[in-house]
């Protein structure tokens, strides 16, 4: 590691400066764990889980809407389904995904330091999101809500027991269990910003910082500014429904539009709390397949901190036909329009990256590139969305449901699972299988698309969403919908095999598998407890390909023009030599 | 003065083997500064995020009583000044004494830390004790929120102005904002208790009083909201 040099750094006695932090073998040694990389694979194992659950509802709505009229369940059953899909997708699985999982595996080794600012209060942070699951299984157990994800009043606060007109459902148990994992998400937004303002390596400036570090950091701010509003909101609801307040329900003297801009203040910067993640992850992929710095490194990064901000602004967007004054709902279409400027800043620099860049077209890469496309959809349907006249006529119609899936399927999802192939390596030490990888994207990219454009299609000539039935004209889209729904849950289910195949028998993966310059490939895999044998001290960016030396690059790899030349050179372990000196 | 303090430390941190820090400086730390500075980098985050949960009760407070001000007026005259009055003057009294404690921690006086500590701890117990006789009041006088307001006459401050029909919505608002806040002063005993503990274990020094300083950087916006909520409920 000639331009990452190192300084002997403070070791505890009772940790191996060389093991892999994976060594340690019992049920406790995760439990009680302060390590950032096992907390952040606990994170990982349970994301996956909720990913799972909430693609079985989701898969159980498109089966209900094959046919016309009944086709599996009740409405009531088919209310409770799509409520269900979009409480755990969007707060046990998309908000936790990247920032948690995967960033609280990987931030720290971007950063050089042994671990996140405050490990005890990150591993708070996975009890608090355990904790709060257990309060959604529990109102799952008592059959569910049937608000949709954003319960809305005066329906879920207007409870009948108590002489309301609302939901007879398990509301209560579930509010309190996003209210209890929005402290999760908090805490955790806050470990990260201390992390990234306090445990940066020497030499490690600001502008050496990689994308997804920069992206973290702005989703940080967002988690710990919007989210406790959702929190104030969600206790205001339970309240609600158990004192009957009065603030939300108009049949009290309350404002159901109060809530709607409580809830979207918070929850149209969670949006960005899925997808500037997702962003970060898809910069880095593409600075590693296309060997280079990502052109306009600067106004990337300065475009997350642009998304963290533009999206406290345009929560209004939702409430356009709520009732809100005209010249409110004008401003906030303008604010919207605003949000297409860092969005696009990206998308022009990510493909300007692409242009001369020694591109490898290995799965992550296909992720990263299926995210450009289908997040610029995603985005650019978006304004639609944003555009006053043409709202009223998309409102609540399938086309929103197709955007925002562009969005977080499209982006936050395709980014989540590049990560997932990029850094599987690093963490696991196991290598997977390149082809059945790609087969598993091939279906999940050709699944997604036809799930969600017969969705666009439909809904822009006015199918509504949510409604368990529909008239004859929209059944050949459902249709295809539904059939699309099926080859992306194989697609899943294919990638779901391969990993577990290369967990159970992967090839070792080596120290670089890609050939990135980043920092976290310069550690051995997988990483010690502390991430480094030794302290690093970075001389040169992250991204700087040009600086970087071979050894860093392709160490114990065969050169991809010319096999042979260095395949049989052994890993140099002169680093690790040096480290031990305890 | 407190990167004196921590310069100092740093000294004890490169001992012999240039790897072995303080008991106190955390692993993954490579200076007694750098975790100071996380952690107090750490609580005002935190911070940041109690202002914006409270801000939701203080956006349904200004809407309400902008679409309701003579509801809001009359009702606030059913809460007793003087139990809030007095009970501003103790947590702002309980602040100054969080702050001694942070002094005198930093001057390494543990006993006085401790004694500051326990005084801090006892205004916030009167305070809760004030709070507790305010509330009998309103359950007595059927002053509740929503669904649960049925004043009774006989109960309620003579003179003031005759409640509205939907005065309950204010009572609400009076409860959550207040009980959020009690509920704040709570965990603020429990985390003094804390620190009151490991100050007597002997624990802190000039060197390390991090522990003390962020927790009465909580226990100042603790009194901090108080001093918000006071004059919107009480005077106004």
């Known amino acids: 590691m000639a331009a990452i040099t190192t300084t002997p750094g403070a070791h505890h006695d009772d940790v191996d400066p060389n093991a892999s932090f994976l060594e340690k073998k019992g049920l406790m040694s995760w439990l009680v764990t302060l390590d950032h990389k096992r907390i952040g694979i606990m994170y990982l194992i349970s994301v996956t889980i909720a990913f799972l659950l909430g693609g079985i509802f989701a898969l159980l709505v498109r089966a209900e809407l094959l046919t016309q009229g009944k086709t599996l369940m009740d409405a009531d059953t088919y209310n409770k389904m799509f409520s269900l899909h979009g409480v755990v997708m969007v707060f046990l699985f998309i908000i936790p995904s990247i920032p948690a999982a995967m960033g609280n595996i990987i931030l720290p080794i971007q950063l050089g330091a042994k671990d996140v600012a405050f490990p005890k209060l990150n591993l708070l942070s996975l009890y608090i999101y355990w904790f709060g699951a257990c309060f959604g299984l529990y109102s799952m157990i008592n059959g569910g809500v049937d608000t949709g994800w954003t319960f809305y009043t005066p329906y879920s606060s207007s409870d009948p027991a108590h002489g309301g007109v609302g939901t007879a459902t398990s509301v209560i148990p579930m509010t309190l269990a996003a209210f209890i994992m929005g402290f999760s998400s908090i805490l955790t937004g806050v470990n990260f910003i201390a992390t990234v303002h306090k445990m940066r390596a020497p030499g490690l400036t600001w502008r050496r910082l990689t994308l997804f570090t920069w992206a973290l950091y702005a989703t940080s701010i967002i988690q710990v500014l919007a989210t406790p509003v959702l929190a104030i909101t969600l206790l205001l609801l339970t309240m609600e429904r158990f004192l009957g307040l009065g603030i939300f329900d108009p049949r009290l003297g309350g404002d159901p539009v109060l809530y709607q801009h409580f809830f979207w203040f918070y929850s149209h910067p969670a949006v960005y709390i899925m997808i500037v993640p997702g962003m970060g992850v898809v910069s880095d992929i593409l600075a590693s397949f296309s060997r280079r710095e990502p052109v306009g490194y600067m106004a990337i990064a300065a475009s997350s901190l642009g998304l963290a901000l533009l999206g406290f602004l345009v929560w209004g967007h939702h409430l356009f036909v709520a009732g809100m004054s005209e010249y409110a709902t004008m401003v906030f279409s303008a604010l919207t329009f605003l949000v297409a400027i860092p969005s696009g800043v990206k998308v022009f620099n990510w493909v300007a990256t692409l242009y001369k860049g020694s591109i490898s077209l290995q799965s992550p890469m296909l992720w990263a590139l299926s995210f450009i496309f289908l997040f610029t959809i995603g985005g650019l349907t978006g304004l639609f969305l944003g555009m006053l006249a043409v709202d009223v006529h998309l409102h609540d119609t399938y086309f929103v449901v197709a955007h925002f899936h562009y969005v977080m399927v499209g982006g936050t999802v395709m980014g989540f699972v590049g990560g997932l192939h990029y850094w599987w390596p690093k963490f696991t030490g196991k290598m997977y299988e390149e082809s059945w990888a790609r087969v598993g994207w091939f279906f999940v990219f050709i699944g997604f698309n036809v799930t969600f454009i017969a969705q666009f299609i439909m809904g822009s000539r006015g199918m509504p969403r949510r409604y368990y039935d529909y008239l004859p004209q929209y059944e050949i889209f459902h249709q295809v919908s539904t059939f699309g729904s099926w080859i992306l849950g194989f697609g899943f289910l294919v990638l779901m095999v391969m990993f577990i195949r290369s967990l159970m028998n992967g090839k070792p993966a080596p120290r670089n598998p890609w050939g990135s310059a980043a920092l976290e490939w310069q550690t051995p895999t997988p990483p010690p407890t502390f991430n480094f044998v030794k302290d690093p001290v970075l001389t040169r960016g992250q991204y700087d390909y040009q600086l970087a030396t071979d050894d860093e690059l392709y160490e114990g790899f065969d050169d991809p023009l010319f096999p042979g030349l260095r395949g049989g050179k052994a890993p140099v372990k002169k680093a690790a030599a040096e480290g031990d000196h305890g | ?236």
């Not at chain 2, 959550?176 to 709570?186: D, F, I, P, Q, S």
């Not at chain 2, 804390?194 to 927790?215: A, L």
């Open chain 2, 1 to 236: 003065m407190s990167s004196e303090a921590t310069a100092n430390a740093e000294e004890h941190a490169h001992d012999d083997h240039g790897h072995h820090g303080p008991k106190w400086l955390a692993h993954h730390f490579d200076t007694p500064a750098q975790q100071f500075d996380a952690a107090k980098l750490g609580m005002w985050v935190f911070l940041a995020q109690e202002l914006l949960f409270f801000s939701g009760l203080f956006v349904a407070y200004g809407v309400y009583r902008s679409w309701y001000p003579e509801m809001f007026v009359a009702a606030s005259h059913q809460l007793d000044k003087i139990m809030g009055g007095t009970n501003t003057i103790v947590l702002l009294f309980s602040s100054f004494t969080a702050a001694m404690a942070v002094r005198s921690s930093q001057l390494g006086k543990q006993k006085a830390t401790g004694n500051y500590i326990l005084i801090t701890i006892f205004c916030a117990c009167v305070f809760l004790v004030i709070k507790y006789f305010e509330y009998t009041h309103k359950f007595h006088a059927g002053l509740l929120p929503g669904r649960f307001f049925h004043p009774h006459a006989e109960h309620l401050v003579a003179g003031a102005p005759a409640l509205p029909a939907n005065t309950g919505s204010f009572f609400s608002i009076y409860f959550m904002m207040t009980g959020v806040h009690g509920v704040h002063v709570v965990i603020g005993i429990g985390v003094l208790i804390w620190i009151w503990i490991r100050n007597n274990r002997g624990e802190f020094s000039k060197e390390f009083f991090t522990p003390v300083d962020i927790v009465a950087l909580y226990w100042h916006l603790v009194d901090l909201v108080w001093i918000y909520l006071f004059p919107l409920l009480y005077l106004i």
